[in-house]
């Protein structure tokens, strides 16, 4: 009887020793911090590492210069972003926004998406992924680029220039009002639509 019971108290000592270890590993899961959070930007960052991406809120106005962004820049409705001699690891996503800027020696490892907006600038950029600017109100410059994917202006209003640039996939320019202007850009795809004569 000594035995059981000297038994069972081990037991018992051994299960509440595993408990605590248990409870520890988990706490301490729990309590990590978050990983890569968002940085929202007014103002300018200049040549800094962000992890985690940037975000420009509705209105606001976001410089960045020499900045490398390790995730995606969203721009919100009615905000303003220039970026120039950027690296950015992801994209650069707009929707609704005022004007959106991507300056000389700025490189994109995912795409430059501009959509319902104002105006938007793309010159002298490198761009992993696609250009694509849909349905923006304001004058849309496309000019020096090397694009990896495709140009694609859809659906715009307020003229567009493409101009001298070297890009890997398609040109296409459709439903645009005016017609886009441009020469001289390099196309390893197709030239389709409003664009056929770039």
Same mark, same amino acid.
């Given at each position: 009887m000594k035995g059981d019971g000297m038994t069972r108290f081990k037991l018992t000592m051994a299960g509440a020793a595993l408990g +605590?270890?248990?409870?520890?590993?988990?706490s301490g899961l729990t309590?990590?911090?978050?990983?890569?959070?968002?940085?929202?930007c007014r103002? +300018?960052?200049?040549?800094?590492?962000v992890d985690g991406g940037v975000r420009v809120p509705a209105g606001a106005t976001c410089v960045l210069r020499g900045t490398v962004v390790k995730g995606d820049v969203k721009?919100?409705?009615g905000a303003t972003l220039v970026a120039r001699g950027v690296r950015v690891d992801g994209n650069v996503q707009a929707e609704g926004a005022k004007s959106v800027s991507v300056l000389a020696g700025s490189s994109i490892d995912g795409d430059v998406q501009v959509k319902q907006g104002g105006a938007a600038t793309v +010159?002298?950029?490198?761009?992993?992924?696609d250009i694509q600017l849909d349905a923006n109100r304001r004058y849309l410059r496309v000019n020096g680029n090397r694009v990896d994917g495709n140009i694609q202006v859809v659906g715009n209003r307020g003229g567009a220039q493409i101009h001298r640039n070297r890009?890997?996939?398609?040109?296409?320019?459709?439903? $645009?009002?005016?017609?886009?202007?441009?020469?001289? $850009?390099v196309v390893g795809g197709d030239k389709e639509d409003q664009c056929r004569r770039f």
């Amino acid at each position: 009887m000594k035995g059981d019971g000297m038994t069972r108290f081990k037991l018992t000592m051994a299960g509440a020793a595993l408990g +605590t270890v248990l409870c520890g590993l988990v706490s301490g899961l729990t309590a990590a911090p978050a990983l890569a959070d968002e940085r929202t930007c007014r103002g +300018t960052l200049r040549a800094v590492s962000v992890d985690g991406g940037v975000r420009v809120p509705a209105g606001a106005t976001c410089v960045l210069r020499g900045t490398v962004v390790k995730g995606d820049v969203k721009v919100a409705r009615g905000a303003t972003l220039v970026a120039r001699g950027v690296r950015v690891d992801g994209n650069v996503q707009a929707e609704g926004a005022k004007s959106v800027s991507v300056l000389a020696g700025s490189s994109i490892d995912g795409d430059v998406q501009v959509k319902q907006g104002g105006a938007a600038t793309v +010159t002298g950029s490198r761009v992993d992924g696609d250009i694509q600017l849909d349905a923006n109100r304001r004058y849309l410059r496309v000019n020096g680029n090397r694009v990896d994917g495709n140009i694609q202006v859809v659906g715009n209003r307020g003229g567009a220039q493409i101009h001298r640039n070297r890009v890997k996939g398609d040109l296409q320019c459709k439903e $645009n009002r005016p017609r886009p202007t441009g020469s001289k $850009n390099v196309v390893g795809g197709d030239k389709e639509d409003q664009c056929r004569r770039f």
